[in-house]
C-alpha cells in the first residue's frame, strides 16, 4: 500500500491525466466517476491543483488544466526533442529527407524535434506545431496503435477536415486504413496533409507517451520504392528513440 503522501501525489496526477483526456474540462461528479475517489477528495485535491497553478476552476465550477501545465509540457517536450535529435539526424543523414518525431497530444499531434534534410527544396515542419491525426503519417501512426472504437471517438470529437483533395474525409475508410497500418507496421501520408508531400511514419515502441517517427519530402523523390529503404530504417531508429525517452 502506498504511503499517504505518495497516494495524494498519484491521486492528484491522476485528476490530471483525466482532465487532459476529456479534452476540456470536467465537473467535481466526472472527476469522480472516472477516478474512482470520493468527492471530498476530489474537492481537497483539486484545491490544491488550482493554488498551485496546474488547474484552474472555471466560472461554471468545472476544472479545467491550467496554465503551469503548459511551461511544464513545453518543458518536457524541448528535453524529450534534445535527446531524440541525434536519433533523427541519422534518419536525415542516411535518408537524404526531413526526419520528424512527434507526440499524441489530445485529439492531435505535436511535433517535438525534427532534423532537416540537407536538399535545398525540403520539407520544413516547426517543431511545437499541432496537426490532425487523420491526415498526417504521424497522426494514421499513432491512431493505428488504437483499437477502432477510439480511433473512432477521437476521430468523431476532432472531426475529419480535408487539407488536401486527397485526405481522408470518412470514418470508415480512416478505419480501413489504420487496419492498413497495423498490417504493415507502418503509416503512408500521401498528399494528404500536403499537395506534392510523401510521408513516411512509424510509431515508436513503448515510449511513455505515444510517439511516432517520420520521413518526408517531395513526392518525386520520397517514392513508394524510396519507402521500402526507409521504413527498416525508421524501425530500427524507432527503437533507439524509445530506449531515450524511456531512460534505459
Do not use: W
Request: hydrophobic share 45%; proline share 4%; aromatic share 4%.
Amino acid at each position: 500500500m502506498a504511503e499517504p503522501g505518495v497516494q495524494s501525489v498519484e491521486r492528484a496526477l491522476d485528476l490530471l491525466e483525466i482532465l487532459a483526456e476529456v479534452g476540456g474540462d470536467a465537473g467535481l461528479s466526472e472527476l469522480s466517476e472516472q477516478s474512482g475517489l470520493p468527492l471530498p477528495t476530489i474537492h481537497r485535491l483539486m484545491r490544491t491543483l488550482v493554488a498551485r497553478g496546474y488547474a484552474r476552476r472555471l466560472p461554471s465550477r468545472r476544472y479545467a488544466l491550467g496554465a503551469r501545465m503548459m511551461r511544464l509540457g513545453e518543458a518536457a517536450g524541448r528535453q524529450l526533442g534534445a535527446g531524440a535529435r541525434r536519433h533523427l539526424a541519422r534518419v536525415a543523414r542516411e535518408l537524404g529527407e526531413t526526419a520528424n518525431l512527434a507526440m499524441l497530444d489530445g485529439e492531435m499531434a505535436v511535433y517535438v524535434a525534427q532534423a532537416a534534410s540537407s536538399h535545398s527544396m525540403r520539407m520544413f515542419t516547426e517543431v511545437g506545431r499541432r496537426v490532425h491525426l487523420h491526415s498526417t503519417g504521424v497522426g494514421k501512426a499513432l491512431l493505428g496503435e488504437l483499437p477502432d472504437s477510439a480511433a473512432r471517438d477521437i476521430a468523431t470529437r476532432a472531426g475529419l477536415a480535408p487539407a488536401t483533395d486527397r485526405t481522408i474525409t470518412d470514418i470508415d475508410t480512416l478505419l480501413a486504413a489504420l487496419a492498413e497500418v497495423r498490417e504493415r507496421g507502418y503509416a503512408v501520408d500521401d498528399g494528404e496533409q500536403e499537395i506534392g508531400v510523401r510521408c513516411f511514419a512509424v510509431v515508436v515502441p513503448g515510449a511513455p507517451v505515444p510517439t511516432a517517427l517520420s520521413v518526408s519530402g517531395p513526392a518525386a523523390r520520397v517514392s513508394f520504392e524510396f519507402g521500402e529503404r526507409a521504413v527498416p530504417l525508421l524501425h530500427e531508429v524507432a527503437r533507439q528513440v524509445a530506449a531515450e525517452l524511456s531512460g534505459s
